[in-house]
């Protein structure tokens, strides 16, 4: 028995070991589409690896219980991972869920499959189809119902309504006009945030879809409403008329909210980021010589100021963005590994 145990161990290994060379000889990106795996999930084994060596790639003991570990919640995970990769099979959806800290054997995530009839591919697909169209037409019913303004922030919680908005920060020689772009949390005060040089709906939606999203998924953050300005890259001001930026908040069933800034509950949050961000941008712009060394540090300063400066302001004044969301959404919460990585955008 304790050889199989050991066997199963080694063979994980091997295997793990197997992908990250794999990643190295032939990218990242080929890597994960080849073992149907995240780059989260690669970037986390290759840390793992980095620190303790092949140690680092046999499954970690979690020192936690997380509140949706009981067996019906790790059955539900399977089913929405279906859902959501019908290709996937036993071993990738086990990999998949090992992202959100379920630990289940690839064995039984078949038996799984096997008792809701799902273990052959047609079947999955067949199932995501069903359960997706319905989730849609339920989505697009609430959405419908919901109020076009968001409730006070008394009644919010972490991750129900965000606020998105656009500053100028001035021409750089060599580089042009800059522009910061940020996606904040109303209530924790979580923030996404980058730099560009054009002012434009695909910039917004590049930090939207590309930072703020995948975050949201990970921190168990799922906006409700998404508050912007009367600014062209998110709205075109004129009611019924079509915009990039509006037109894909209503495909993920999100409820976009016009606010005034002349006249907005909310301005507490932009005013406390804007100036932090401002601050540090201005000492940033007086010694770097490249935009890209901008981004960095530009990139550098929203990890400080979700992890370690205070939010400053509101009943939370005392506790950092993130420590907001541990308090709400439990120890288990955490940022994903590449949010610690400068990434090039």
């Given at each position: 028995m304790l050889k199989a145990v050991k066997d199963q161990e080694e063979a994980i290994i091997k295997h793990r070991h197997?992908?990250?060379?794999?990643?190295?000889?032939?990218?990242?990106?080929?890597?994960?589409?080849?073992?149907?795996?995240?780059?989260?999930?690669?970037?986390?084994?290759?840390?793992?690896?980095?620190?303790?060596?092949?140690?680092?790639?046999?499954?970690?003991?979690?020192?936690?219980?997380?509140?949706?570990?009981?067996?019906?919640?790790?059955?539900?995970?399977?089913?929405?991972?279906i859902v959501s990769f019908p290709d996937y099979g036993p071993q990738s959806i086990a990999w998949l869920l090992e992202e959100q800290d379920l630990k289940i054997s690839s064995s039984g995530v078949y038996n799984i499959m096997r008792r809701h009839e799902l273990n052959h591919k047609p079947a999955r697909k067949h199932y995501s189809r069903k359960i997706s169209t319905a989730k849609q037409q339920s989505a697009a019913a609430e959405l419908e119902v919901r109020p076009d303004r968001a409730?006070?922030?008394?009644?919010?919680?972490?991750?129900?309504?965000?606020?998105?908005?656009?500053?100028?920060?001035?021409?750089q020689p060599g580089i042009g006009n800059l522009y910061q772009y940020a996606v904040v949390d109303l209530i924790s005060g979580v923030a996404c945030a980058r730099l560009y040089t054009k002012k434009n709906a695909d910039c917004a939606l590049d930090l939207l879809l590309g930072v703020a999203i995948p975050m949201g998924n990970e921190l168990l953050m799922q906006p409700g409403w998404i508050m912007t300005p009367h600014q062209v890259e998110y709205t075109t001001g004129r009611i019924h008329s079509s915009h990039l930026y509006t037109s894909k908040l209503r495909e993920m069933n999100i409820k976009q909210v016009i606010w005034e800034e002349?006249?907005?509950?909310?301005?507490?949050?932009?005013?406390?980021?804007?100036?932090?961000?401002?601050?540090?941008?201005?000492?940033?712009?007086?010694?770097?010589?490249?935009?890209?060394?901008?981004?960095d540090g530009f990139q550098q300063f929203v990890r400080d100021y979700n992890l370690e400066l205070p939010l400053g302001y509101g009943k939370n004044s005392h506790k950092t963005p993130m420590e907001i969301v541990v308090d709400a959404k439990g120890p288990g919460v955490t940022l994903p590994l590449w949010s610690y990585v400068n990434r090039k955008y």
């Open positions: 197997e992908i990250l060379l794999c990643g190295q000889e032939q990218g990242v990106s080929a890597a994960c589409k080849k073992y149907r795996i995240s780059r989260t999930l690669y970037y986390r084994w290759h840390k793992r690896f980095d620190e303790q060596g092949l140690a680092g790639l046999k499954d970690q003991v979690r020192h936690f219980v997380p509140p949706n570990k009981s067996a019906l919640a790790v059955e539900q995970a399977v089913l929405d991972a409730p006070e922030p008394a009644q919010l919680t972490v991750g129900e309504c965000w606020l998105a908005w656009t500053v100028e920060r001035g021409y002349k006249n907005n509950l909310y301005s507490k949050t932009v005013q406390v980021f804007n100036q932090k961000s401002g601050a540090y941008l201005e000492s940033l712009l007086e010694l770097a010589d490249s935009f890209d060394v901008i981004k």
